[in-house]
């Protein structure tokens, strides 16, 4: 079993930043290609970001140009650094292999007032 810790989120202003790290307990799960997924109240969970094992990279249009994943596998580390954020950015983030498994983590929230 691999165990998923999300931290990073918070509280900030529209056009803030903030950077969201995803570490995990194996390097099993850095042996994947991994998204950061996020899920908005009343909303079905979505996949904003994608890197792939040997570093392709793939963005939610309502994201692109904002946001950029990044990863160390020696450290079994995943990041999103989130820029010129949006109200509408405001969500619970997780990150996952793809396709995900079961190895949720408990997320983290990312408030943007406006």
């Known amino acids: 079993q691999v165990q998923v810790v999300e931290s990073g989120g918070g509280l900030v202003q529209a056009g803030g930043s903030l950077r969201l790290s995803c570490v995990a307990s194996?390097?099993?799960?850095?042996?994947?290609?991994i998204g950061w997924y996020r899920q908005a109240p009343g909303k079905q969970r979505e996949l904003v970001a994608t890197?792939?094992?040997?570093?392709?990279?793939n963005y939610a249009d309502s994201v692109k140009g904002r946001f950029t994943i990044s990863r160390d596998n020696a450290k079994n580390t995943v990041y999103l650094q989130m820029n010129s954020l949006k109200p509408e950015d405001t969500a619970v983030y997780y990150c996952?292999?793809?396709?995900?498994?079961?190895?949720w983590g408990q997320g983290t929230q990312v408030t943007v007032s406006s």
């Open positions: 996952n292999v793809m396709p995900p498994r079961d190895w």
């Open positions: 194996r390097s099993t799960f850095t042996l994947n290609d």
């Open positions: 890197i792939r094992l040997f570093g392709g990279r």
